[in-house]
C-alpha cells in the first residue's frame, strides 16, 4: 500500500476517505492525515467530476466487480492530473462495513502525447490534401495507401483507383526498374529523399514526366511507408 507507485485510496461507504497512500500524498500535495475522514470529491478538481464520481461509486456492478473510471484530481503543484481508477468493493467481515479499493496511474503525460499525435496527424492531412504537389504514402511494396488530390488530377483518376495499387502501374513499362530501386533504398536501407524523372501513364492514355521524390517514414530505424512526392515537370 505505502510503497506501491499507484495511487491507493480507500473509501468508507459514504465515499469519505480512510487511507490514502504515498503516492496519491505525493501528486495532490495532501497528506493522508488531513484528507482522512473528507469525502473523496474534495480531492477531485471541480463539480464535472462530483457527478461522475457518483455514479461510479453507485455503480451496481461494483458489487460485483470493478469499475474503470477517469478523473481529474487537484494538485497543489501541478495543476489538475487526470488519472485512471479502477474502483473494487472490499469488506471488514462485518456485513455493515463496506470499504470501496481505488487503483489508480495518472495518465495525464500520456493522455497529452495523444493529443498531440492526432494534432501533428491533423496538420500532416491539411498538408497532405492541401499540397500542391502529387503525393502518395505507400508500404514497403511500393503499393499506394493514400493518394492526395493533387495525384489524382494529374493522373485523371479517382482516390479508390490508386489505392491499393502498386505505385509502378502507373508509370512507362521503362521506369519501373528505377523506381523500383528508390523504393527499396528507401524502405530496406533508410537512404532518405531519393529522386528520378519517371513517365507517368494518365487515364486518357497521354504521358507526363514527374520528379518522383521518396522519402522514407518510420521509427527506430525502421522504416514501414514513405511519402512519395510525384511533381509534373512535362
Do not use: Y
Not at 458489487?63 to 473510471?69: F, H, K, M, R, S
Amino acid at each position: 500500500f505505502d510503497s506501491t507507485i499507484a495511487l491507493v485510496v480507500v473509501l468508507d461507504g459514504r465515499g469519505r476517505i480512510a487511507r490514502f497512500n504515498p503516492a496519491a500524498e505525493h501528486l495532490t500535495g495532501l497528506r493522508s492525515d488531513e484528507m482522512r475522514g473528507r469525502r473523496f470529491r474534495e480531492a477531485l478538481s471541480g463539480p464535472a467530476e462530483f457527478q461522475l464520481l457518483h455514479e461510479t461509486l453507485s455503480s451496481p456492478r461494483l458489487q460485483n466487480g470493478a469499475v474503470l473510471a477517469e478523473f481529474h484530481l487537484r494538485s497543489r503543484h501541478q495543476g489538475p492530473r487526470l488519472v485512471q481508477w479502477t474502483f473494487t468493493t472490499i469488506s471488514s467481515g462485518v456485513e455493515k462495513h463496506r470499504f470501496i479499493l481505488g487503483t489508480g496511474i495518472d495518465i495525464t503525460g500520456q493522455r497529452t502525447t495523444e493529443e498531440r499525435l492526432r494534432h501533428s496527424e491533423s496538420r500532416f492531412r491539411a498538408i497532405f490534401d492541401k499540397a500542391g504537389i502529387g503525393m502518395a504514402v505507400t508500404d514497403l511494396d511500393g503499393t499506394i495507401l493514400q493518394a492526395n488530390f493533387q495525384f489524382c488530377r494529374m493522373l485523371g483518376r479517382d482516390r479508390e483507383e490508386l489505392q491499393g495499387c502498386p505505385l509502378g502501374l502507373f508509370t512507362s513499362v521503362s521506369d519501373h526498374d528505377s523506381l523500383r530501386a528508390i523504393m527499396d533504398d528507401s524502405h530496406h536501407h533508410g537512404t532518405s529523399l531519393r529522386q528520378i524523372e519517371a513517365r507517368f501513364d494518365r487515364r486518357d492514355g497521354s504521358m507526363c514526366w514527374a520528379r518522383v521524390t521518396v522519402s522514407p517514414i518510420g521509427n527506430d530505424g525502421s522504416h514501414d511507408i514513405a511519402i512519395v512526392m510525384v511533381e509534373d515537370i512535362t
